[in-house]
């Protein structure tokens, strides 16, 4: 089982940045798939980015060119760099974790076994 403690959250006017992190311990392998996602009230939780143990990189249509999901192997932590952030990305960030195969089969909360207990992101216009 791994374990992911989330952090970095916080407010922030429009147009401003965040840097959340998500440090993961219990990992035994190379094989993984770490993802963030978010989630306002109401809504399901909806994919944001995914990093593959191949290096491989997947961002949301609604993030793209904005977010930027990188990973420390050596520190065991994943990070999302969050640029020009608006209103619309006021919600709370999951990181979540699986296997490899979970970065290719779409944007499916269902299919990530670890979950972190979220940080919150606030953006005021």
């Known amino acids: 089982q791994v374990q992911l403690v989330e952090s970095g959250g916080g407010s922030v006017q429009a147009g401003g940045s965040l840097r959340l992190s998500c440090r993961a311990s219990?990992?035994?392998?190379?094989?993984?798939?770490m993802a963030w996602f978010r989630q306002v009230p109401g809504k399901g939780r909806e994919g944001v980015a995914y990093?593959?143990?191949?290096?491989?990189?997947t961002i949301a249509d609604s993030v793209a060119g904005r977010f930027t999901i990188s990973i420390a192997l050596t520190k065991k932590t994943l990070y999302l760099q969050m640029n020009s952030l608006n209103p619309e990305d006021t919600a709370m960030y999951y990181c979540?974790?699986?296997?490899?195969?979970?970065?290719?089969?779409?944007?499916?909360?269902?299919?990530?076994?670890?979950w972190g207990q979220g940080t919150r992101v606030t953006v005021s216009s």
């Open positions: 219990g990992y035994t392998d190379g094989d993984y798939c």
């Open positions: 990093i593959d143990s191949d290096g491989s990189t």
């Open positions: 979540a974790a699986d296997r490899w195969r979970a970065c290719h089969m779409g944007w499916v909360p269902d299919n990530f076994g670890s």
